[in-house]
């Protein structure tokens, strides 16, 4: 028996196609016709071949029954209505035929443990590099040394060891502070090479100066004055004995409020105002 949709070869017995699962309807087998002698005839005709070459003598024709002559012609007139293809349902009863997939492949790239670039190990060794120089510099120390009137002249340091130099500090009344703050400049030179710090925006009082001051100063002073300085920073210096000269210059004409004998304002500038001479050894 075949399979209506597909035309498959099935079991005669069978309710479903079990290659597209299309569900077969079971017709009841209908009674065959009694056969006659002329279709045994025609028969026997149709499946021996003709060997005579006489033509065969004609045979005698059975009287046929008129009933069972009716019964035929009816049956002949019977047209068998064309099938229509029905497609498989997918839920149901209907067995559902459930093909054997392949075991899927593991992902391997996902199990491959991810690689450092070498463009980030090399940033890594440089980064390490710069941290180990700047973390030498640190374990060095670093020695802060001020450049003052009345500090000490000579200095000794330890090679290697990073240096932050203060130096300068004027003092004036605040009623001059604009024109002292902005005229004064303070120059460094280690031996005769210039070295440029940068001006501290925060004033010192009079009682804040390093070493104190040459000149002796009353409260008013201490009170109303502000003193200014620059701040330089070193790496560091090779071994053996440097001349440090500290320079206070003035752009302008200037006076900072303190007063000569006679009761005038004293005028500093344009030009170098003070010198301080220091030896700096590094060891």
């Known amino acids: 028996?075949?399979?209506?949709?597909?035309?498959?070869?099935?079991?005669?017995?069978?309710?479903?196609?079990?290659?597209?699962?299309?569900?077969?309807?079971?017709?009841?087998?209908?009674s065959a016709p009694e056969p006659t002698e002329e279709s045994t005839v025609k028969k026997?005709?149709?499946?021996?071949?003709?060997?005579?070459?006489?033509?065969?003598?004609?045979?005698?024709?059975?009287?046929?029954?008129?009933?069972?002559?009716?019964?035929?012609?009816?049956?002949?007139?019977?047209?068998?209505?064309?099938?229509?293809?029905?497609?498989?349902?997918?839920?149901?009863d209907m067995p559902v035929h459930k093909e054997e997939l392949p075991a899927p492949k593991p992902d391997i790239e996902k199990k491959k443990k991810k690689m450092i670039p070498i463009w980030l190990w090399i940033l890594i060794v440089v980064f390490l590099g710069i941290g180990g120089a700047f973390g030498f510099q640190l374990f060095a120390g670093k020695e802060e040394i001020t450049?003052?009137?009345?500090?000490?002249?000579?200095?000794?340091?330890?090679?290697?060891?990073?240096?932050?130099?203060?130096?300068?500090?004027?003092?004036y009344l605040n009623a001059?502070?604009?024109?002292?703050?902005?005229?004064?400049?303070f120059k460094l030179y280690?031996?005769?090479?210039?070295?440029?710090?940068?001006?501290?925006?925060?004033?010192?009082?009079?009682s804040e100066v390093p070493c104190g001051t040459s000149r002796q100063f009353n409260d008013y002073w201490e009170e109303n004055s502000s003193w200014i300085y620059d701040v330089v920073k070193i790496k560091g210096l090779p071994a053996g004995k440097y001349q440090v000269d500290v320079f206070t210059y003035s752009d302008f004409d200037i006076v900072d409020g303190t007063k000569d004998d006679d009761g005038s304002l004293l005028h500093f500038g344009p030009g170098e105002i003070f010198e301080n001479n220091f030896t700096l050894t590094v060891r």
């Open 1 to 30: 028996m075949q399979c209506p949709s597909c035309n498959e070869e099935i079991k005669d017995t069978a309710k479903w196609c079990g290659h597209c699962g299309h569900k077969i309807e079971q017709v009841a087998p209908q």
């Open 44 to 92: 026997d005709k149709a499946a021996s071949p003709i060997i005579q070459e006489k033509p065969p003598k004609p045979k005698p024709v059975p009287l046929k029954d008129e009933k069972t002559e009716e019964v035929v012609l009816e049956k002949k007139e019977e047209k068998v209505a064309p099938k229509i293809k029905e497609e498989p349902k997918p839920k149901g």
């Open 147 to 171: 450049l003052s009137w009345t500090c000490k002249k000579n200095i000794t340091v330890q090679e290697g060891t990073a240096l932050e130099i203060s130096y300068g500090y004027w003092g």
């Open 176 to 185: 001059y502070h604009q024109e002292n703050y902005d005229a004064i400049d």
């Open 190 to 206: 280690i031996d005769g090479e210039r070295y440029y710090g940068e001006r501290q925006k925060t004033p010192l009082k009079l």
